[in-house]
């Protein structure tokens, strides 16, 4: 699976000891390499998109800062994820409760070399929006897990290092999920 | 549907989620400062600070300004003047169990710092405001002895949305409160002059803590969970050991 939103610098361990050192060039590569991903961390936890905007850019500052304690040798992306994370999550509390995910209006991206019919359209249309309603209801331990895993395209290690948690408790919850997710949307593919 | 398709149907989920538009944080963040430490401003108050925070928490805007501005999930600060203190020891309150025990008690994983060994004790307090769990380490050279505890250094968890209670702390003239940052996120180290740590059930209900140190404190919160790392070291050695806990 790949699906990362932006790809990993090539010098990326590199790029983050120079940026432990105080190079701004260097710190600034590495948020252009991950603000896209940062940002839909942010929107995951707020469901508002200058909400999340505003928590992503505090949480580089914050990253910034705490560049100096980041240990040499770890994964600078899932560390750098955890910090929008928390940003994001100290302003909810505030905010009460997330508004859910939308669907993009006519989003169906063209599949294949062959355009869909309009009928192939508005079933996967009805399957989707019936898929993220199942997804919505499931707790945000779940949810949260599926989302890093297909919707921000982290590895199972990644997913545990950004949520602060354990390798085997993604995988355990990532069943869990996707076995809650088929049960909610049963019949969508059998038809 | 099975479960492949669950998988696949996610992925091309992501693909029709109504993202915010790209922003370009790269080039509007403002970075002048070289990186140092983790300090972000320091909101150390000497004995003078604490009277002017006092004055202030006579003012009810203010009282709540300082409030919001001390406040870790789970823990206020007061200031003021604590009872005379025993002679410090460091003790884990509550019943001694294994750390497989002590984890099947809680709903959140006990985190071990990696740049420690297991620790010597662990020690579960059940009561009604939730469950507490502490990790105690024997002194060795590497941790001193706080006290004449015989413990160098102990590590408290616990989740901090227990109802409405809060914790407290009461902090003579000569503590010093720092802000400081445990993995991006905003972190206070007591440091100084001993302190007292209290229980409240209520806004008049306080019931002391059975732990009385004087060692220093490193208190942060990370994802509902409230952590103290208490110890005689300083704040760089807090801040790796804090740093280093792992599932």
């Known amino acids: 699976m790949n699906l990362s939103v932006e790809g990993r610098p090539l010098d990326e361990k590199r790029l983050v000891e120079q940026a432990k050192n105080g190079d701004v060039p260097a710190y600034t590569d590495l948020v252009r390499a991950y603000q896209g991903i940062a940002l839909r961390v942010a929107y995951l936890v707020l469901g508002d ?12 500052m914050k990253a910034y800062q705490a560049l100096g304690r980041f240990r040499t040798g770890a994964e600078f992306r899932p560390w750098l994820l955890r910090i929008v994370r928390n ?23 063209v599949l294949g070399d062959a355009a869909p019919s309009p009928e192939t359209v508005v079933v996967r249309g009805d399957d989707r929006r019936q898929l993220l309603e199942a997804l919505e209801q499931l707790p945000t331990g779940l949810r949260e897990v599926i989302e890093y895993r297909y919707f921000l395209g982290l590895s199972e290690a990644e997913t545990a290092r950004a949520l602060g948690t354990a390798t085997g408790t993604v995988k355990s919850r990532s069943a869990r999920a996707i076995e809650r997710l088929r049960h909610l949307t049963k019949g969508i593919d059998d038809g | 549907m099975v479960e492949r398709s669950i998988e696949a149907a996610l992925v091309e989920l992501a693909e029709g989620i109504e993202w915010p538009s790209p922003v370009d944080f790269a080039s509007r963040l403002r970075l002048d400062r070289p990186v140092r430490r983790t300090w972000v401003p320091r909101v150390a108050w000497m004995a003078g600070g604490i009277v002017l925070i006092l004055t202030l928490l006579l003012i009810p805007s203010a009282r709540q300004a300082v409030a919001n501005l001390l406040e870790v999930a789970g823990i206020r600060f007061e200031f003021g003047e604590s009872p005379a203190l025993p002679p410090p020891t460091i003790l ?67 989740r901090a949305d227990l109802d409405e209670a809060f914790f407290g702390k009461i902090l003579e003239g000569g503590t010093t409160v720092d802000q400081v940052v445990v993995d991006g996120v905003p972190a206070y180290w007591l440091a100084g002059a001993p302190h007292v740590f209290m229980f409240a059930a209520g806004p008049s209900d306080l019931v002391e803590d059975e732990t009385r140190l004087t060692g220093n404190v490193l208190i942060w919160e990370s994802n509902g969970i409230t952590y103290r790392l208490e110890s005689s070291l300083n704040l760089d050695e807090s801040l790796e050991i804090a740093e280093s806990l792992r599932p």
């Not at chain 1, 998109?49 to 580089?60: K, M, P, Y």
């Not at chain 1, 302003?91 to 939308?102: D, E, F, I, K, V």
């Open chain 1, 49 to 60: 998109a200058l909400e999340a905007e505003d928590a992503t850019q505090v949480a580089f």
């Open chain 1, 87 to 109: 940003e994001a999550l100290n302003r909810r509390r505030s905010a009460g409760r997330r508004a859910g995910l939308a669907l993009k209006v006519a989003s169906d991206p």
């Open chain 2, 92 to 158: 884990a309150p509550g019943e001694q169990v294994d750390l497989e025990s002590a984890q099947r008690a809680v709903d959140f994983p006990i985190l071990i710092p990696s740049a420690l060994e297991r620790p010597t004790a662990v020690h579960l307090l059940q009561w009604e405001l939730g469950t507490q769990v502490f990790l105690a380490w024997e002194a060795s050279e590497r941790l001193p002895e706080v006290g004449e505890s015989g413990t160098g250094l102990l590590l408290a968890e616990f």
